[in-house]
Every structure is written in structure tokens, then in C-alpha cells.
């Protein structure tokens, strides 16, 4: 097969922003890139999607160290995320082992019309732009793709081989380091979920003094003993109920992340053993998601039951007993839905959430979800969610035939900020724990906003009760006595996990449990809107596969495209589902401004071999628009081109 037709040559804008990390304080230009293949990576670290991409790039980083030099192009969605210190931080975080762009005013991801997180820039050796590609499933195209440049300029004369520009950052040390969740043990110890060092830590009920590690602290897959087990940013934890202990022999059951795996630990032995998950990541609408003994792969049915270590999953965030399901509710934050997991039973069940990103209450398979993160089971058999994407929280009723979704605090993707008050117009901002207080009311790490807020279901109102903290992840209620016994009123403390600041904090709550009501005004992520002419407007969708692979039909249609509007009044005609790459709509001229949310997925295979690889690329875009009369006729938005 021969190779894609690439963009016509058009040389790369500058490199323009606050600042540079990972160069040792140099300020890096394009000329300093030349001779070396480009890939320029515009993400934020919110998001999870280009947590995926940085993933799928460490292994080309490393092949490909000496002639190509990958450049993260950091442009936030959120406030917080333009504070210099927590990117830095960020950074640190996900191992980012390559130069990071700071653009907090959306310079750089402007001048390459990026409109998506994650979108991937390719530049040549001679500083000319080849290849842009939005959202994830694009490593083996990206290796494609640099495979060629470095033949072709090499045979040019015309690419440097040599170290890149990269600086790690100075090591630091602790006992923690980027703690994400954590529980209290019967013996009244801690166990953190220490993702930095991708281990379990055990500590005395102080939170600081460590009574043992499991995992080996090396990043990776692997079942065993305490030392010899190794994990990938672990972060949700969830005591094993103890009926169920001996029978499936683990007391711990962890939402491994970035292993997209569940593992079950005995704090016996400190054994680690795999029971959810391949180690792959599961791909939404891809043919090879469940794997089953003696079949081919398959994919995934949303309404059936499967094996759990036959199925993909996708960055499962958080874990939760639901007395109600007698199973584990876990938070599939890569694929914004809710799953159930029953270990005496063998099987894993899709529990709610359609695999499309946004705010949408009802039936559960019919809700939309953004990255949940957090769980909390309430004593009436619900669970309370940190669902972060759109800064809300929202309330699950659990059922084997489904799960009703209501939400309580948020307004949507693209809306946040710290306003207490009624629910209805309070606002969050990228929330990742949550807990259920004595009285019923909830307890919000309010991650983005330093800060832990209460929404009390009785008022319907939410208050502030801490704030100044360095992105809390995750929340305990710890309670001392208990007036029912005679012992005078009980004390209730909280013990966040401060993930920024590598600890863990203990603040203390007032007998009424209430807090302050705060206003720190509303935010909305800002983007440039794009114009566009009231009547037809033709949204196209570009898709080349890479050199070597072709379109994959043995399973039906490899592409499809789902459009929608918010509001859903904005589209007149072309709202829906088909499988072309491009859509005629009507914008409706009576709506001054909306989001076109456009889904896109592409399914490739290698063009060779009796058994070929499949690759599935897709994203998820919410375009900003303005009605305006002399605006834009048709709407490109490339998959891979």
C-alpha cells in the first residue's frame, strides 16, 4: 500500500508560551528542533484522553530518542491547570520525560488551529508541518509516520542524530509521592494508594510513619509477592467485605490505572493478583475489547456479561462496595461509564454510561459521564460521584438491570469555578473523592480548587469547609465517640489526601458540621469560537491511514460519526449517528452560539500478514460556535491527515 497523501507543506509556527520545563531553563525555538522529526503534543492534564497519548508515546520516545524529540504543548482547560506550579507538578506526575511548553494563553495551540484535547502536530526535520491527528489510537501511525521521516531525511542528509533537549527535573524523595486515595485498615493503619511511587503504602494511623510497601515501586504489570508485584499509578481502594475474604482469597480491591486493571490484594501476605482487565486498554468501538478462551477477539455488548480477565478496560479510577448489587461499582474514567464487578461470581457488567463524554441524567445506560473518578456508598444503598470532567457530583441508584444518574452539583464540561449556595447554581472544579458525612450529607474533594465542600441533600445547598489544600484527591471521615452510647457528642475529622503536597492532612469539623458559603465567581473554559453561517454547513472529518495499514471492514463499517448540539436546538438537520466521515447539517439562525459535539472513530489494519494488528483512532470534539452571517460554510476537523 502506498503512503498516505500528508498536508501540503506548510512550515510550523512558532514555539510560543510562558515558559519551558524539562530544558533546564532554556527557552527552546524551532531552529533548535531542526533536523530532528517534531511531534508536538497539545494536551492538559485534566484530561484523560491525552493522559492515554502520553502513554502511547513513551515507547516511540524511547526507540526513537536519538532523532526525534516529542514537545508537549501544555494548553488548560482549567484555571488551575494555568498555575505554573501545578503543571510543574503535573509534570512530575505522569513522568513527562520531554520538553513542556507552557501556554496558558492558548498561543501555540492557536496558531496550529488545535481543537481537541489531545491533537498531535508532526513536524519534519526541516521544520515543515506533515501530519496532525486528533485524540488517541494513533501510536502505531505516529511510528509509522517518523519511521518514513527518518529514512527520508536521512537519505537527504538533511536529519541530525544526537541528545535531544530534554532535562529531567532533580529527584525528589518522601515516603508519598502523588497519593491518590486511600482507606482505613481494621487495624486502624492507613493504606494509600501512593501512584507516584505505583505502590500500596501502609501507615501507622498517624499518616506518616510507613509500615510497609507493596509493590516494588517500579512501574508495571506483574502479579506476586509484596516486592515483587508491580503497579501503574494506582488510586482507587476498596476493603474486600469480609464475608467474601476467604473465598476470593484478596482483602484490598484496587483500581490499578494506568494498568487498566483491577488487582486484588492480601494484606496477609501482601500477595498482588490481577482480577479485572488485560493490561490493554479498552478501545470505545473497537473490535478486539473482549478476548474470550478458544474465540476470536469480539467486541464489547454493553448489556452482557463477561470474564473479567477476558475484557479490556480503560483507566478505572475508583472502586466502591454496593451492598445493593452485592458487586464493586468501579469508575471507568477512560471510558466515562460505570462498571460492576462481582468476584464470587466471575463476571464484569457495563452498569451505566453511553462511552460519550458530557452531563446527561436518566435511565443509567443512557447517562453520559466525564472521567468519574470518585465513589461513595450512602447508607440508603446509593452512591455519591466525583464525576471530575464536568465538575459535578452526582448520585447513582444502583440495580442489576441498570442504575438511575441524577445529578446534584455541576452544569456541564465547560462550566466551573467556587460558589456555594443552592446546588443548582453552585459550582466545582474538577472534583476526584468523595465520602458520606454522619449526617448524611456528602464531603467533596474539591480537587482543583485547593478546597473540600458539603452538599447537604436536605437544604439542597453547598458550603465550603476547607480550603487552601494542594489538590485534595481523595477524603476520610474519621469519628470519635458516639452520643448514642453516652459518650457526648462525637468529633468527626477528616483526613484528606493532599496529592500536590504529598501527604496526608487531617482538618477538623465543627459539632453542626456546616461550613462557609464562599463565592469565588464562575468560570467557563475559554476557547476561541469558531464562526459559522446560519443554514448548510458541511462538517468534514479527515482520515488517512497510516503507511502500512488500511481500512479494517471485516466487522462491519470502519468508521463511524455521531453529532449532537448543545443546545440541541442549535442543529436543525444532521444531529445523529452514520458511518461517512462527514455530515451535511443545519445550523439554526434563530441560535446565537452552542457546542457542536462531534465523535469520530477509524478502524485500521496492518495492510500485510495472515493475522493483521488493528488500530482504532478516535475523539471526541466539543466545537465552540457563533452564528454569525459571513461565518464558515463547512467545518474541518481532522482524525489523521
Not at 464493586?328 to 462498571?339: E, I, Q, Y
Request: hydrophobic content about 40%; charged content about 20%; proline content about 7%.
Amino acid at each position: 500500500m502506498s503512503s498516505p497523501t500528508l498536508l501540503p507543506k506548510v512550515r510550523a509556527s512558532e514555539l510560543i508560551g510562558r515558559g519551558w520545563l524539562n530544558t533546564g531553563g532554556k527557552t527552546l525555538t524551532l531552529a533548535d528542533l531542526r533536523g530532528r522529526v517534531t511531534v508536538l503534543d497539545f494536551w492538559t492534564f485534566c484530561c484523560i484522553n491525552c493522559l492515554h497519548v502520553l502513554d502511547e508515546l513513551r515507547e516511540l520516545e524511547e526507540q526513537y530518542r536519538d532523532v526525534l524529540v516529542i514537545v508537549g504543548v501544555h494548553s488548560p482547560k482549567f484555571e488551575h491547570e494555568a498555575d505554573p506550579v501545578a503543571l510543574a507538578a503535573a509534570v512530575e506526575r505522569y513522568s513527562v520525560e520531554h520538553p513542556v511548553l507552557d501556554d496558558p494563553e492558548l498561543i501555540t495551540w492557536g496558531a496550529y488551529t488545535a481543537r481537541a484535547w489531545p491533537t498531535l502536530v508532526v513536524v519534519d526535520p526541516e521544520g515543515y508541518v506533515v501530519a496532525q491527528m486528533a485524540g488517541e489510537g494513533h501510536a502505531s501511525a505516529v511510528a509509522a509516520l517518523v519511521r518514513d521521516l527518518v529514512a527520508e531525511h536521512e537519505a537527504k542528509g538533511t536529519l541530525h542524530r544526537g541528545a535531544g533537549p530534554y532535562v529531567p527535573p532533580a529527584p525528589t524523595s518522601g515516603t508519598l509521592r502523588f497519593p491518590a486515595k486511600a482507606i482505613t485498615l481494621g487495624s486502624g493503619n492507613l493504606l494509600v494508594a501512593d501512584a507516584g511511587h505505583h505502590s500500596l503504602a501502609e501507615l501507622l494511623p498517624d499518616g506518616e510513619t510507613l509500615v510497609r510497601r507493596i509493590g516494588s515501586g517500579e512501574r508495571g504489570l506483574v502479579d506476586g509477592a509484596a516486592d515483587v508485584a508491580r503497579f501503574s499509578e494506582p488510586n482507587g481502594l476498596c476493603l474486600v467485605p469480609d464475608e467474601l475474604r476467604p473465598s476470593l482469597g484478596y482483602d484490598v480491591l484496587v483500581a490499578d490505572t494506568v494498568n487498566h486493571a483491577l488487582r486484588g490484594v492480601s494484606l496477609e501476605s501482601g500477595e498482588v493478583t490481577t482480577v479485572a482487565g488485560t493490561g490493554e486498554q479498552f478501545m470505545v468501538g473497537g473490535q478486539e475489547n473482549v478476548a474470550l478462551p478458544g474465540e476470536r477477539p469480539q467486541a464489547f455488548e454493553p448489556g452482557g456479561k463477561y470474564p473479567p480477565t477476558m475484557v479490556r478496560l480503560s483507566s478505572p479510577w475508583d472502586v466502591a462496595w454496593s451492598q445493593e448489587l452485592a458487586a464493586f461499582v468501579v469508575a471507568m474514567a477512560g471510558t466515562h461509564t460505570l462498571w460492576a464487578f462481582d468476584g464470587k461470581e466471575g463476571s464484569l457488567l457495563h452498569l451505566a454510561g453511553t462511552m460519550n463524554e458530557g452531563l446527561v441524567d436518566g435511565p443509567g445506560r443512557e447517562a453520559w459521564f466525564a472521567q468519574p473518578s470518585g465513589l461513595a456508598p450512602a447508607a440508603d444503598g446509593s452512591l455519591w460521584l466525583a464525576d471530575s470532567e464536568t465538575s459535578a457530583l452526582r448520585r447513582i441508584v444502583p440495580a442489576r438491570a441498570g442504575a438511575a444518574i441524577e445529578t446534584a452539583v455541576g452544569q456541564g464540561l465547560f462550566d466551573f469555578g467556587h460558589r456555594d449556595g443552592a446546588a443548582e447554581q453552585a459550582l466545582l472544579q474538577h472534583p476526584l473523592g468523595v465520602a458520606v458525612l454522619p449526617d448524611g450529607s456528602v464531603v467533596v474533594a474539591d480537587t482543583y480548587n485547593g478546597a473540600l465542600r458539603r452538599f447537604d441533600p436536605v437544604s439542597n445547598e453547598v458550603t465550603t469547609l476547607a480550603t487552601g489544600l494542594a489538590e485534595p484527591s481523595d477524603v476520610l471521615v474519621e469519628v470519635d465517640g458516639d452520643p448514642s452510647t453516652g459518650s457526648g457528642q462525637a468529633s468527626v475529622r477528616l483526613l484528606v489526601v493532599e496529592s500536590a503536597a504529598h501527604r496526608l492532612t487531617r482538618v477538623a469539623l465543627p459539632a453542626s458540621l456546616a461550613g462557609e458559603v464562599l463565592d469565588g465567581g464562575a468560570r467557563r473554559t475559554q476557547r476561541p469560537a469558531t464562526a459559522v453561517g446560519p443554514g448548510a454547513l458541511r462538517l468534514e472529518v479527515p482520515f488517512v491511514p497510516a503507511p502500512g495499514q488500511k481500512l479494517d471492514d471485516r466487522w462491519g463499517p470502519s468508521t463511524s460519526l455521531q453529532v449532537s448540539a448543545t443546545p440541541p436546538e442549535l442543529l436543525l438537520e444532521g444531529a445523529g449517528s452514520g458511518t461517512d466521515l462527514f455530515r451535511d447539517v443545519v445550523i439554526n439562525p434563530a441560535v446565537a452560539d452552542g457546542v457542536l459535539h462531534v465523535t469520530a472513530k477509524a478502524a485500521s489494519c496492518d495492510a500485510e500478514g495472515e493475522f493483521p494488528a488493528c488500530h482504532l483512532a478516535q475523539q471526541d470534539w466539543g466545537v465552540p460556535v457563533v452564528v454569525a452571517a459571513q461565518g464558515a460554510a463547512e467545518l474541518t476537523l481532522p482524525l489523521r491527515g
